[in-house]
Each structure stands twice: as C-alpha cells, then as structure tokens.
C-alpha cells in the first residue's frame, strides 16, 4: 500500500504525465491509502467548488484505515526523532507515523521528509526520473 503526499496530489491534479500515469495506475489496483490530513490539506487549497468536488470524489473511492492516535504517534515519533530540528513537520510526522502503522510506503515529492526516510519506506520513483 501507498501513501501519497500532498505534494503528489498537487502534481497528480495538474496533470503531471510523470505522476499522473503511475498514480491513476496505482489508484486503478486500489494500492492507495487515503488520510484525512492529506485531504484536509488538498480542500485547503482547492480554488473552486469544481475542485473541491473533484478532490471529494478521490477521497471517496480511496482505502482507509484506523487513523485514531495517528496524531499523538506523529508528536512522538517528532520528538524522539527531532523531526522539528529537521524541518519536518508535525503532518510530515503524522504521514512517516501513518507508513509505519500500515506497513506501506511514503511517496512524496518534498525533500526534507525523503532525507528521513530510508529506500524501502520510501515509494520507488525512480521510474518517473529523465
């Protein structure tokens, strides 16, 4: 299973060919893990009711599972791991926390919260690169 980032979303929307493609191919076998946060964060930016709507509908079709306690996981595992020093952030915090809890992988675009993660929780990309 797979959890996408914000930051994927965002490109996946726009219609990114190189995120696009491997993520409606992800979505197609149901291979990702829908969290609040993240859809929390995409209603945040939408511009219109279109977009809401559209962003709605993505979050309907996806997988969920037990979020309860992800937060208070996500400040300890910030904590202990100094993730704040680090430039991450507590929803940076509650995805690695999430990853963990449901043995899946993490695909992100965002730098700082690829640095802390090792190859294997990470999502292989490797793919979409030129």
Same mark, same amino acid.
């Given at each position: 299973?797979?959890? $996408?980032?914000?930051?994927?979303?965002?490109?996946?929307?726009? =219609?990114?060919?190189?995120?696009?493609?491997?993520?409606? +191919?992800? %979505?197609?076998?149901?291979?990702?893990?829908? %969290?609040?946060? $993240?859809? =929390?964060?995409?209603?945040? +930016?939408?511009?219109?009711? &279109?977009?809401?709507? %559209?962003?709605?509908? !993505?979050?309907?079709? *996806?997988?969920?599972?037990?979020?309860?306690? *992800?937060?208070?996981?996500? +400040?300890?595992?910030?904590?202990?791991? &100094? !993730? !704040?020093?680090? +430039?991450?952030? #507590?929803?940076?915090?509650?995805?690695?926390?999430?990853?963990?809890?449901?043995?899946?992988? #993490?695909? /992100? *675009?965002?730098?700082?919260?690829?640095? $802390?993660?090792? &190859?294997?929780? &990470?999502?292989? /990309?490797?793919?979409? *690169?030129?």
């Amino acid at each position: 299973m797979i959890i $996408v980032d914000t930051s994927i979303w965002i490109e996946f929307f726009r =219609g990114n060919e190189n995120i696009f493609s491997p993520l409606k +191919g992800e %979505l197609e076998n149901q291979n990702i893990i829908g %969290l609040e946060c $993240v859809f =929390g964060e995409l209603l945040q +930016g939408a511009r219109n009711k &279109k977009e809401n709507s %559209l962003i709605i509908e !993505y979050w309907n079709t *996806l997988t969920k599972h037990d979020e309860k306690g *992800l937060w208070l996981e996500a +400040g300890m595992i910030s904590a202990e791991e &100094k !993730y !704040y020093s680090k +430039g991450i952030g #507590l929803i940076d915090a509650f995805l690695i926390a999430a990853r963990k809890r449901f043995n899946a992988t #993490l695909w /992100s *675009l965002d730098k700082k919260l690829l640095l $802390v993660l090792s &190859k294997h929780e &990470k999502y292989d /990309s490797s793919f979409m *690169l030129n």
